[in-house]
């Protein structure tokens, strides 16, 4: 079951240009389930982030790499970063809540990790209230980029969901694709639900990074050894970052969302790259991926998996 015309409409619209207003569930009416993206694989690619003490570690080879694939242990190469540029995605909440100085730091903080792309990175920039709009359609333009991130304005509704919802499914392009969504507050307009998200975050080939800037005071540690509580939304959002490689990113104050993209920037650019064709597994279906390091220590931090179609 698809999507109803009007959110399908809405959601293609954008390819052109402007993604209009998503509905919000009727009272009643049973959310419609996810799409199913189905992905030819032919070579399967995984974004590593290695740190150690929260610091990236490089000059690391593939054979200090264990990667498995269902369980099945793959040989992986390393692909060059420089070798495959991005196609990034910024997602920047445009809500009644970001104004005045929450803004004015969020475009800040939008110019600094446009400084640390590489020239031949793509950018766009899509905003989201109760309306999701492409601000820049994806461009290697950085000034065309600063200018639309200066005619941001806030105003309205939250729609979280829906609009990482078309920031995974709507690029078409052979680029890898980095979303960047920024939010500070709980969703209150989308139309789509937490498993129709996390479902096209595993079936697309977007690595989502989250910077949020909570409003709550986290509980602090008890000495149960739990950890601290956090709010539903950002338990969500951290979720569906982590399954495709990425992570939650908190900026506890306004002068610290710079340190967060450009944290995000340092990241994408000393991560690895690692290639394989995928060797003793059954094609079709879901793929658990695994991955470790073989000698050195270090924390590393990839995507769960992958969906295959039949060919």
């Known amino acids: 079951m698809s999507l109803p015309d009007v959110v399908r409409r809405a959601l293609l619209s954008a390819i ?19 799409p199913v993206f189905g992905v030819r694989v032919e070579a399967v690619y995984v974004d590593a982030f290695v740190t150690r003490g929260g610091r990236p570690v490089v000059g690391l080879t593939a054979a200090e790499f264990e990667l498995k694939d269902n369980g099945v242990l793959q040989r992986a190469e390393l692909v060059g970063v420089d070798s495959l540029p991005l196609q990034s995605v910024l997602v920047f909440d445009t ?3 970001v104004v005045g100085e929450r803004l004015a730091a969020l475009q800040i903080a939008g110019r600094a990790f446009l400084d640390g792309l590489r020239p031949d990175d793509e950018a766009g920039l899509l905003g989201f209230s109760e309306e999701i709009r492409w601000h820049a359609s994806p461009t290697t333009d950085r000034s065309a980029l600063r200018i ?26 052979q680029r890898r694709i980095l979303v960047v969504l920024f939010t500070d507050g709980e969703d209150n ?54 399954l495709t490689g990425g992570r939650f990113w908190e900026a506890g104050s306004l002068a610290r969302l710079v340190d967060a993209f450009s944290a995000i920037i340092e990241a994408m650019n000393s991560r690895y790259i690692l290639r394989y064709e995928a060797q003793g597994v059954t094609r079709a279906g879901w793929h658990r991926i695994e991955l470790r390091l073989r000698g050195p220590r270090g924390d590393v931090r990839s995507r769960r998996g992958y969906w295959a179609s039949e060919r």
């Open 148 to 173: 639309a991130l200066g005619d941001l304005r806030g105003g309205g509704a939250t729609a979280v969901r829906d609009a990482l919802f078309a920031a995974l499914t709507l690029p078409k392009t």
């Open 189 to 242: 307009m989308s139309w789509l639900r937490e498993p129709q998200l996390r479902a096209a975050a595993e079936r697309s080939n977007a690595l989502v990074q989250v910077v949020g800037v909570r409003r709550d005071v986290p509980r602090p540690y008890d000495g149960t050894g739990q950890p601290p509580s956090e709010p539903d939304h950002v338990r969500a959002l951290r979720q569906v970052a982590e």
């Open 95 to 97: 809500s009644g809540s």
């Open 16 to 34: 052109g240009g402007v993604l209009g207003a998503v509905p919000s569930v009727a009272a009643g009416q049973a959310p419609a389930p996810a």
